[in-house]
């Protein structure tokens, strides 16, 4: 088996700049109905995914699934709007990295502040800055894999020759998992310490409304 290192970091590289993103310009300002929500995400998320031809990039079912675990609000009328096109997008992302439980916990705050709030900073005005952020990081992640490759490209010198060109693959791969894994724990420590406070917040504003329930109760009693 013979593997191209070169041409494979290139494709890579050339993929950072293919990855698809939707501008909140380009979604619909009308609402819209289950199908045409899925076709709009089909049409503008395909290439995005491993298998294009085949992978799913999102399904009715999906979309139930996601309102059942209150990661999306429900529908008004059987219609979406923009800000439910837009959290389906944060959605599509953070499903492949992150389980169902951390992405309602990331994405509650967003839905209470800022989901169909009908003010001037709305949604689509966090979904811009993060993702004018994630934009601006394509060129530093460019030179980090560049880095790893050169790392792996120099593993495995001492191997039998035979099987080196196999293990500086496998070396590459090792380091971008690794990277990977940091990564996602990094971030679900994160969450989880979030999660945490937001709870402990929680449960001290339902003992101080219990507190202040309790006075008036009493008061009225008088």
């Not at 079912?61 to 923009?82: D, E, Q, V």
């Not at 994630?134 to 460019?142: I, L, N, P, Y």
């Not at 496998?170 to 994160?190: A, P, Q």
């Amino acid at each position: 088996m013979t593997i191209n290192m070169e041409d494979l970091l290139n494709s890579i590289l050339n993929s950072l700049d293919r990855i698809e993103y939707i501008k909140a310009e380009d979604i619909p300002d009308i609402d819209l109905y289950m199908d045409q929500v899925t076709t709009f995400m089909e049409s503008h998320l395909r290439n995005s995914a491993r298998n294009p031809q085949s992978d799913k990039i999102l399904t009715k079912t999906m979309i139930n699934n996601y309102a059942k675990n209150n990661l999306l609000p429900l529908p008004i009328k059987k219609k979406y709007s923009k800000d439910h096109v837009l959290l389906l997008i944060f959605i599509y992302y953070y499903k492949g990295i992150l389980s169902i439980s951390d992405i309602q916990d990331l994405l509650k705050p967003i839905k209470e502040r800022f989901f169909a709030n009908g003010k001037e900073f709305d949604l689509s005005s966090v979904y811009e800055e993060v993702w004018g952020l994630e934009q601006d990081q394509t060129a530093v992640m460019k030179a980090d894999l560049e880095e790893k490759f050169r790392i792996a490209q120099k593993s495995f010198e001492n191997a039998p020759e035979d099987s080196q060109e196999f293990l500086k693959f496998f070396s590459f791969i090792c380091m971008l998992s690794f990277d990977v894994y940091v990564k996602t724990l990094l971030i679900e420590k994160m969450i989880d310490g979030f999660a945490t406070k937001r709870a402990e917040k929680e449960r001290k504003k339902s003992k101080v409304q219990d507190k202040k329930e309790e006075t008036d109760f009493a008061g009225r009693e008088d």
